[in-house]
């Protein structure tokens, strides 16, 4: 069974930085593509980022140059380090595996302005 745990979350004031950890569990996590989506009140979930197996990221525009999404896979392990941090990017983000249809929990982030 897949288990996606998120961490990392928490509250940090704007232009702070945060590094989101998920690990991963019940699957061949090195095939597979991981991502991260982010769910801000009264909104839809939205990509944040993703990363494929040979490491290959894509980033949601709003994010690009400020997000960093990286894979340990000797760890099952995928990160997304977040700076320049914005009130805008408040929201519970979550892990997917991609193409599994898995979720994690979600981990909350509040940036305070």
């Known amino acids: 069974q897949v288990q996606l745990v998120e961490s990392g979350g928490g509250l940090v004031q704007a232009g702070g930085s945060l590094r989101l950890s998920c690990a991963a569990s019940?699957?061949?996590?090195?095939?597979?593509?991981m991502g991260w989506y982010r769910q801000a009140p009264g909104k839809q979930r939205e990509l944040v980022a993703v990363?494929?197996?040979?490491?290959?990221?894509n980033y949601a525009d709003s994010v690009k140059g400020r997000f960093a999404i990286s894979r340990d896979n000797a760890k099952n392990t995928v990160y997304l380090q977040m700076k320049s941090l914005k009130p805008e990017d408040t929201a519970v983000y979550y892990c997917?595996?991609?193409?599994?249809?898995?979720w994690g929990k979600g981990t909350q982030v509040t940036v305070s302005s």
């Open positions: 019940g699957l061949i996590f090195s095939i597979n593509a």
């Open positions: 990363i494929t197996s040979g490491g290959v990221t």
């Open positions: 997917t595996a991609v193409g599994l249809g898995r």
